[in-house]
């Protein structure tokens, strides 16, 4: 029998003769796992492995567990504490998110450089029918210009990517390899996806510090304005993602050919590059 189930004697016997002090234990852990159930049910709120711990040191005589024990047991009698659901795009987030950070060649100085030199890039949430739509924009920061945009129901690196295509397609004739694009730390722009499509056109990448805003502010600015004048009051009027894309299509437009900027000189982007 020792053969066919693959012990030794002499382990088949120790484990004969420890039956009292198994069974002992176990009921030491049943015993241990109704103090630890009482915790878990006081005041009816479910409670995970370190609020059980601090409820039996409250208890009437305190009662000192290690927290180690209380999970094995929760785990050994199925007590479990309901918990949120993870966030997929901070899942995702992580997983995309490397080390590479950039520093920070632009340091605020967006007026010290020529049109088509430092180009800011960002994205902003856009709530829309009970989820989220995204807007991924490159600005030019001497002229506050929108050289291209793009809008996605996902938060998938392509968008950004395609974002950089977009701007390469319509403006490729006035890039050179001393343009620098400049964004936050999110964790699309540290994607090696971003930093190769970067490399590929010898573009030039600057970060901003980290958490710091006012490092990427014109690009703030805009988005606070188009959510301003075409989000709030009309998010409701958009029916279908194709009309919502298409409404920031046309403010895009506006914004660069007909709405009038006071540090522009009092003109639109497009003329006050011209």
């Known amino acids: 029998m020792c053969q066919l189930g693959g012990v030794s004697r002499s382990g088949y016997y120790a484990w004969k003769s420890a039956r009292s002090r198994r069974l002992e234990r176990e009921k030491k852990d049943e015993k241990d796992f109704a103090l630890i159930l009482s915790a878990y049910e006081y ?6 492995a370190r609020a059980i711990h601090m409820r039996l040191l409250h208890m009437s005589p305190p009662v000192i567990m290690n927290i180690k024990k209380i999970r094995r047991l929760m785990k050994k009698f199925n007590l479990r504490c309901p918990i949120r659901k993870p966030n997929p795009y901070r899942i995702m987030a992580k997983k995309l998110k490397t080390n590479t950070v950039a520093p920070n060649i632009v340091n605020r100085r967006f007026k010290a450089f020529a049109p088509r030199q430092v180009l800011l ?29 793009m809008v ?42 971003f930093i190769n499509k970067l490399r590929d056109h010898q573009f030039v990448q600057s970060m901003s510090r980290k958490g710091n805003c006012y490092d990427n502010c014109i690009m703030e600015t805009f988005f606070g304005r188009l959510k301003n004048e075409i989000y709030y009051g009309y998010e409701k009027t958009y029916e ?15 914004y660069n050919n007909e709405r009038i900027q006071a540090k522009t000189k009092w003109m639109p982007p497009t003329k006050y590059r011209e």
């Open 43 to 48: 005041r009816g709120y479910a409670k995970g």
């Open 152 to 193: 996605s129901s996902n938060l998938k690196v392509d968008f950004v990517i395609d974002t950089v295509d977009m701007l390469i397609a319509t403006h490729g004739m006035q890039l050179d390899n001393e343009i620098i694009i400049h964004s936050d730390q999110g964790c699309h722009y540290t994607s090696m996806a």
């Open 240 to 254: 279908s993602f194709d009309k919502f894309a298409e409404a920031m299509r046309k403010y895009i437009y506006y």
């Open 121 to 149: 890039t960002d994205i902003t949430y856009l709530p829309f029918q009970g989820s989220f739509c995204y807007l991924s924009t490159v600005l030019d920061a001497c002229t506050h210009e929108i050289l291209a945009s």
